[in-house]
């Protein structure tokens, strides 16, 4: 894991310093609120509709046991004993006091850790996938990379002020785990002729009020050339990026609108420039990067699988969390743990801060000190010995943390909607709330099997509805919450953008829609190993349509 060096450590301090005494002005009324904003929103503070809002960045989706504790600790300390993880691998706290926060960044700091371009018009924290390092399918872990692309683009002097704020996620494996298409930027590592790994890069994709999939850029970027490839790409946005129009200021609205092979050209042409020279990446750095992330001192252990069949018999519910919750390892052994923060009526990706200590606990004894937040508002143990899954289960099951709905219709994806968000038109919590209970039997859950329900409560779609395999929108018409459904969204390699099936359903009706298009799904499938999208694909639209509205 990433350590601080001198220059990290000395930066933190600076903003630290810098924005309290920018908070203390705006206490004594000596700035106003719209001078204030600009000021607060490059450290990641946000007015929502009820209070202010802290988001704190986790690169990469990685945090280690001392870190996640002083989450807890804030959580406890300056807000209402709670945090959400959010669909960019990062953490927001809902409730702290304007004059709070100061100590709240003099804590984080402490721990390595801020909330510098966690919003803004800049680059954003990159994410990746949440089991890189450890999973079995990986050509590379992404995240060295990933830390030299964060030190890159912090504060860049060219790329603070963009048209828009940026997005930037990556991949060492053949599956996407990490919604690359989904991104204004999105690098999958792969191999040329030779066996030598590098990237593709993947441009102009993007949710809100415009979906669009990523285009190929390049189909191979080697390591030492990836920073100046990706500067010349972030030019060609900065100089010809939308600045007039908010709403058309995203790099996938300049990729649609010049085309892909334009923007390969010019963004050639910049590379054609700088390749070679103070962006090359030398290997002696890479490699320092790299041996931050060095694969743990795993141990030969004797097990090396866990017999989940008959655990099931034993035990349905551990067979169950065996069954959905846990990811193949490199490591002969071992195994990747999701632990769920999607609990039946809960709210999705929240935890308290007796959850976050208990995680850290399991972490520290089980994990080799380390934990990932994932895209999906869940949490990873990256590296577990399958003879510790029991006593690991154990205490998730006593802290309310052993749902296994990894990938099941329980385990949704959901913004805060309008029971927080200044910006939304809906409320998304309460629909995520019902749908849990409505599907909550382990059997309806088995039965229904690979099922991803994504919840936005307004189009900026921080929920990712539209790459569901069924999204939900909240709307607001004539002062009415109404909920528009999708379905056959994916979010990846497989990318596809859900197809809107009709008018919206007010929020009472809403679970009963969903049940309807699980019920056509299931007696439509071929068998019960055919997943719903797959079923989608082959049935088409119609089908679902009907289910919601009748035959025309």
Not at 55 to 68: D, F, K, L, N, W
Not at 352 to 376: G, I, K, N, P, W
Not at 451 to 465: M, P, V, W, Y
Not at 476 to 490: C, F
Request: aromatic share 8%; glycine share 8%.
């Amino acid at each position: 894991m990433y350590r601080y060096d001198e220059f990290d450590a000395a930066f933190v301090r600076e903003r630290t310093q810098q924005f309290s005494d920018q908070v203390r002005r705006r206490l004594s009324g000596d700035m106003s609120e719209d001078q204030f904003r600009p000021l607060r929103l490059m450290n990641g503070l946000y007015l929502q509709l009820h209070a202010y809002m802290l988001r704190i960045a986790v690169p990469y989706g990685t945090v280690s046991s001392r870190q996640m504790r002083m989450l807890a600790h804030i959580a406890r300390s300056y807000d209402r004993g709670y945090g959400h993880f959010t669909t960019r691998q990062n953490i927001q706290f809902n409730w702290p006091k304007l004059r709070d926060i100061p100590q709240i960044l003099a804590d984080l700091a402490s721990v390595e850790m801020h909330a510098i371009q966690t919003s803004g018009n800049c680059i954003r924290n990159i994410t990746t996938d949440q089991f890189a390092g450890a999973a079995a399918d990986e050509i590379i872990d992404p995240r060295p990379v990933a830390e030299i692309l964060r030190q890159w683009s912090s504060l860049h002097p060219e790329f603070s002020f963009l048209p828009r704020k940026f997005k930037i996620a990556m991949t060492g494996a053949t599956t996407d785990r990490a919604a690359i298409r989904f991104h204004d930027i999105g690098l999958q590592a792969t191999t040329n002729d030779l066996g030598e790994i590098g990237w593709q890069v993947w441009v102009g994709g993007g949710l809100g009020r415009t979906p669009m999939i990523g285009k190929l850029l390049s189909g191979y970027v080697a390591h030492e050339h990836l920073l100046a490839y990706l500067e010349s790409t972030l030019r060609v946005y900065n100089r010809y990026g939308r600045r007039d129009n908010k709403y058309k200021a995203r790099i996938k609205i300049l990729v649609h609108e010049e085309g892909i092979e334009s923007i390969r050209e010019q963004v050639e042409a910049e590379f054609a420039e700088v390749k070679g020279g103070v962006l090359t990446l030398p290997q002696a750095e890479l490699d320092r990067i790299s041996a931050y992330f060095a694969a743990p001192q795993y141990e030969l252990v004797n097990a090396r699988s866990v017999d989940v069949a008959r655990e099931k018999i034993l035990n349905p519910f551990y067979g169950r969390w065996l069954e959905r919750n846990l990811n193949a390892h490199r490591q002969p052994g071992y195994v990747s743990v999701t632990i769920s923060l999607k609990p039946v009526g809960g709210a999705p990706g929240d935890a308290t801060d007796t959850q976050m200590e208990v995680v850290a606990d399991l972490a520290q004894r089980y994990s080799f000190d380390e934990l990932r937040v994932t895209h999906e508002q869940n949490l990873v143990l990256p590296h577990v010995k399958v003879t510790d899954l029991p006593a690991i289960y154990e205490v998730l099951v006593k802290n309310g943390l052993a749902d296994g709905n990894a990938g099941q219709i329980t385990d949704i994806i959901c913004c805060p909607g309008l029971d927080f968000c200044a910006l939304a038109n809906a409320r998304s919590i309460p629909i995520a709330q019902e749908l849990t209970r409505k599907f909550e039997s382990p059997e309806r859950q088995a039965e229904i099997g690979d099922l991803k329900i994504k919840i936005s409560g307004c189009i900026n779609a921080c929920g990712h509805h539209h790459v569901g395999h069924i999204g939900i929108l909240g709307v607001e018409k004539k002062g009415t919450e109404l909920y528009q459904i999708t379905v056959g969204g994916d979010a990846t390699e497989k990318a596809a953008i859900g197809d809107i099936l009709g008018h919206g359903f007010v929020a009472e009706e809403v679970p009963n829609a969903i049940e309807r298009l699980v019920n056509t799904y299931i007696a439509r499938r071929e068998s019960p190993a055919e997943p719903f999208i797959a079923a989608y694909r082959r049935l088409g639209k119609e089908p679902f349509k009907e289910a919601l509205y009748g035959a025309n």
